[in-house]
T-cell receptor
Framework: AQTVTQSQPEMSVQEAETVTLSCTYD???????LFWYKQPPSRQMILVIR??????QNATENRFSVNFQKAAKSFSLKISDSQLGDTAMYFC????????????FGKGTKLTVNP | NAGVMQNPRHLVRRRGQEARLRCSPM?????VYWYRQLPEEGLKFMVY????????ESGMPKERFSAEFPKEGPSILRIQQVVRGDSAAYFC?????????????FGEGSWLTVV
């Protein structure tokens, strides 16, 4: 079974600074997908970024980028130029490429961006 | 992801009553997933459905919970004889097709409170 671990329950960062959220996972699969989802106070789940395991290049979406280390089974999220609207819970998630497309989530990191 | 529609957004039920949560996937999506989020936790997979078929129900409690996705109409998550421990946010998600790692988009969630 796959597991996803987010070791930082809470983090804070000053507006305009950069912050990195950690995520590690455990799997015997070789092909899979990794995701970061954001859950703001409104509680909606919003996709931030997606990475395919067979791609070497780290995914980037505007101010959000990942550092994907497949051998280390690590998938950290970097948020540059943090904004107040980035304040939210951030969940790392894993999905196998084959079989049922269910997401396995970590417990989340609560990020607070301070003015 | 605003295209995944869930209702009701908030539902209050007394112990022993039934709760029905509805989900209409995004246009063009034929795969529906249900997840449950307990307070202060990440989302946990419950069930994965396609039209008229349950593909994976490995996360569903064995009793009182059922899900369907009929040929016409929304997907329904049904909880019979609710107990206090069923109080949670229930998220529906949808994706376009299986096997390609398509992004899964979430609805805004349905909050069930059992009193």
């Amino acid at each position: 079974a796959q597991t996803v671990t987010q070791s930082q329950p809470e983090m804070s960062v000053q507006e305009a600074e950069t912050v990195t959220l950690s995520c590690t996972y455990d799997t015997s699969e070789n092909n899979y997908y990794l995701f970061w989802y954001k859950q703001p106070p409104s509680r909606q789940m919003i996709l931030v970024i997606r990475q395919e395991a067979y791609k070497q290049q780290n995914a980037t979406e505007n101010r959000f980028s990942v550092n994907f280390q497949k051998a280390a089974k690590s998938f950290s999220l970097k948020i540059s130029d943090s904004q107040l609207g980035d304040t939210a819970m951030y969940f790392c998630a894993f999905m196998k490429k084959r079989g049922s497309e269910k997401l396995v989530f970590g417990k989340g990191t609560k990020l607070t961006v301070n003015p | 992801n605003a295209g995944v529609m869930q209702n009701p957004r908030h539902l209050v039920r007394r112990r022993g009553q039934e709760a029905r949560l509805r989900c209409s996937p995004m246009k063009g999506h034929s795969h529906v997933y249900w997840y449950r989020q307990l307070p202060e936790e990440g989302l946990k997979f419950m069930v994965y459905l396609q039209k008229e078929n349950i593909i994976d129900e490995s996360g569903m409690p064995k009793e009182r919970f059922s899900a369907e996705f009929p040929k016409e109409g929304p997907s329904i998550l049904r909880i019979q004889q609710v107990v206090r421990g069923d109080s949670a946010a229930y998220f529906c998600a949808s994706s376009r097709e299986q096997g390609s790692g398509n992004t899964i988009y979430f609805g805004e969630g349905s909050w069930l409170t059992v009193v």
